[in-house]
């Protein structure tokens, strides 16, 4: 499988967040070398996915946690959603539609293709 250096460091981001495995200083350590764009997703998946989740006060709140002591990443978000990237995974799937691990299969395919 191609790229799997770099789904694994993705993965390891999202999944710090999810499972609460990173404080707020460690997730903006990677997510602060990261691609503007794969941040733009992760955020995205994550708010997406917890919005009604029961787990969503935890990991919403470990996300704005993050947000909340470094504004940077929520700019450099911002950013990564300009990517036309984004304009064809959000045309072509649903964020719902994919577990974490598989969400992170696509994008960094995508991205890194």
Same mark, same amino acid.
């Given at each position: 499988?191609?790229?799997?250096?770099?789904?694994?460091? =993705?993965?390891?981001?999202?999944? !710090?967040?999810?499972?609460?495995?990173?404080?707020?200083?460690? /997730?903006?350590? $990677?997510?602060?070398?990261?691609? %503007?764009?794969?941040?733009?997703?992760?955020?995205?998946?994550?708010?997406?996915?917890?919005?009604?989740?029961? =787990? =969503?006060?935890? $990991?919403?709140?470990?996300? !704005? =946690?993050?947000? /909340?002591?470094?504004?940077?990443?929520?700019?450099?978000?911002? /950013? !990564?959603?300009?990517? %036309? $990237?984004?304009?064809?995974?959000?045309?072509?799937?649903?964020?719902?539609?994919?577990?974490?691990?598989?969400?992170?299969?696509? $994008?960094?395919?995508?991205?890194?293709?």
């Amino acid at each position: 499988m191609a790229f799997n250096h770099e789904k694994q460091s =993705a993965l390891r981001i999202l999944e !710090g967040i999810e499972r609460g495995t990173m404080n707020a200083s460690e /997730s903006f350590g $990677v997510l602060d070398d990261a691609d %503007p764009t794969l941040v733009y997703f992760i955020f995205k998946w994550l708010r997406t996915w917890y919005r009604d989740h029961p =787990a =969503a006060e935890g $990991v919403l709140g470990r996300l !704005g =946690a993050v947000c /909340s002591a470094h504004p940077a990443l929520t700019r450099k978000a911002k /950013s !990564g959603g300009e990517d %036309p $990237v984004v304009e064809w995974f959000e045309s072509t799937y649903a964020y719902k539609d994919f577990t974490g691990s598989e969400f992170i299969d696509v $994008v960094v395919e995508k991205l890194e293709s």
